[in-house]
């Protein structure tokens, strides 16, 4: 099985490519359509020199590699919605199950904000993620939501639940991981991933929902729709 997982940026992608990636039945792969969205879309990212030395940018070239068979019975692809772009092909999708990780705009923005200046709609996922959940879903291959939210709150029942969907046993091994960088990382953790390469497992329950203004909070209310379609189908605690 080829599990797609697709985010936006800021949410708990990395700990989930983690959890994934600590299975001994799963291999991982970072982003991998990153190096070929800057390409083609002539955006600048922190490390952007380091990212395109580091991974194809050719979109055929990157989809021969995700569909190509794996040295582990499974695969964990962490996605980035926003990367998927007109010009990147989608008829690979086929052979992959989707999963789509979602979490409330105002806490996306709000950490995003924070290491990107002024950030825009098309750069935090949401539009796209809803976009792909419909392609998948009138494609008929049976997508899974999941809310970070709900798997911070109580990430064995939630990654449970989750594999029940994907037809996987549960491993306990995803609960839980050795501190510091990953194999499978992306070459962009070392400006992305110090939260959780001080992790071993995910973290607590979420708090209070940030407050935003201004430009922020036009931005989050925004994404909102498209959060609310995809949170309506989401797998339940």
Partial sequence: MKVACWSGPRNISTAMMYAFGNREDFSAVDEPFYAAYLALTGRVHPMQAEILAAQPQDPAEVIATLTAPDATPHAYHKHMAQHMIPQIPRDWFGDMRHVFLIRHPARVVASFSVKYDNP???????VQQAELFEQVLMEGHDPVVIDSHDIRADPEGMLRALCDRLGLDWDPAMLSWEAGPKPHDGVW?????NAVHGSTGFA???GEMPALTGEMAALAEAALPAYQALAACRLRP
């Fill in 189 to 193: 953790a070392a400006h992305w991933y």
């Fill in 120 to 126: 825009e709609l098309s750069e935090i996922g949401f």
């Fill in 204 to 206: 607590g329950a979420e």
